[in-house]
Structure formats: structure tokens, C-alpha cells
């Protein structure tokens, strides 16, 4: 926790993190508060807009140019994942705490926020095993992988809809991505785990 703290600290860690995939959301951000400044017709297609442009920036933050060099670290893999995971988080929270105080009814706030959970945890999932496989950029990877379970999503409308809104089906949807959402943590956890660290342990045996 110590390094963790020197790292935030110092600003290594902002440094060290690809944060310009932000961008976009920042500006949407930005735009939303201006143009709907009177209110909006269609509160659930803007927070749902927001919420894919911050999952499709949060990939890259496992980007990591130093990972080869700190593979022998004594500060293990999921920590050093798990510290750049929680900057995402630190912008992604104001920035759509915002947007639902600004934004977001609360019938609908919290079904679009597991939605945006779902998007996250899968991208960072995604990134993790692609590292795990020796892709040195994984974020790259990230937006195809959430874009495609994008539009699967909108092609099982007829038989298990996902992006619906307020209504009968509104309950049963976000069982769904609840379910997409612990799927994609339990996918996350198993990447985190250092090969190094098994491969210390097999030598030791």
C-alpha cells in the first residue's frame, strides 16, 4: 500500500497510464451539460452514449510500456493491475456521478449503471488476458471486444433483450447484465493471477 501511495503520490501513475481515450467522454461530458442544460428527451440514450464511450477509454489504462521490465518486481501483477484499474476509476465515478445527478432519473440510474459496470469489467477483462497472452498494448483490443458485445446485445432483442428501457422488461434485462457482470469479474480475477508467481512456486516444488 505504501508504493501504491508513493506512486499515486509522485504521479508515476498518472504518467505511466494512457488517460487520452478519455477524451471523448470528457467532451460528451461536457457538450450534454451544455446542450441539455434544459432538459433532455432521451435522458437513457445520453447516459447509455457516456457510459460506452468511458468503458471504450477505460481498456487502455492496463496499457502498461514498463509491464516487461517489472515482471521482476516484488510488486505483483494484480496489484500493480488493480492500482491502475482503480485510476479509472477515480475519473470514470465524477464523471458519470455527474452525468446521473445532471441527467438521470432515478428509475433508470441504476439499471444504466450496471450496464456501464458490465462494459467496464468486461474491457479490463479483455485487456488482462490479452497481456496474459503477450499483447503488449491490450487496449487495442478492448473496443472491438466491447463493440462486438454491443451489437450482440442488440441482436438478442427478441429473445433475451438487454438495452430496453423503463418498462415490463426493464427488471429481467438488467438480471442479464448483472449476470454479464459477474461473469466478466470472475474472467477478470482468474487473469489476475501472476504466472510468475506460479512458476516460483512450481520451481520450489
Not at 449503471?113 to 499483447?135: I, K, N, T, Y
Request: proline share 6%; with cysteine; glycine share 10%.
Amino acid at each position: 500500500m505504501r508504493v501504491a501511495w508513493e506512486l499515486a503520490r509522485r504521479g508515476h501513475l498518472v504518467r505511466g497510464a494512457r488517460l487520452a481515450p478519455f477524451v471523448p467522454a470528457v467532451v460528451t461530458v461536457l457538450i450534454l451539460l451544455v446542450v441539455r442544460r434544459d432538459g433532455t428527451p432521451d435522458p437513457l440514450g445520453d447516459l447509455r452514449l457516456l457510459g460506452l464511450l468511458l468503458a471504450l477509454g477505460s481498456g487502455y489504462v492496463l496499457d502498461d510500456g514498463a509491464a516487461v521490465t517489472l515482471q521482476a518486481s516484488p510488486y505483483g501483477l494484480a496489484r500493480r493491475l488493480l492500482l491502475r484499474v482503480a485510476l479509472a476509476v477515480a475519473v470514470v465515478a465524477p464523471l458519470w456521478s455527474l452525468m446521473l445527478v445532471y441527467l438521470g432519473p432515478s428509475s433508470v440510474g441504476f439499471g444504466v449503471s450496471v450496464e456501464l459496470g458490465a462494459g467496464l469489467v468486461l474491457g479490463w477483462a479483455v485487456a488482462v488476458w490479452g497481456r496474459r497472452f503477450g499483447v503488449d498494448q491490450p487496449g487495442l483490443a478492448t473496443s472491438p471486444a466491447l463493440l462486438a458485445a454491443l451489437l450482440l446485445a442488440a441482436s438478442l432483442s427478441a429473445k433475451a433483450p438487454m438495452l430496453v428501457g423503463p418498462g415490463p422488461q426493464w427488471t429481467d434485462a438488467h438480471l442479464r447484465w448483472s449476470c454479464l457482470l459477474a461473469g466478466a469479474a470472475c474472467v477478470l480475477v482468474a487473469g489476475l493471477r501472476d504466472p510468475a508467481a506460479r512458476r516460483r512456486l512450481t520451481a520450489r516444488v
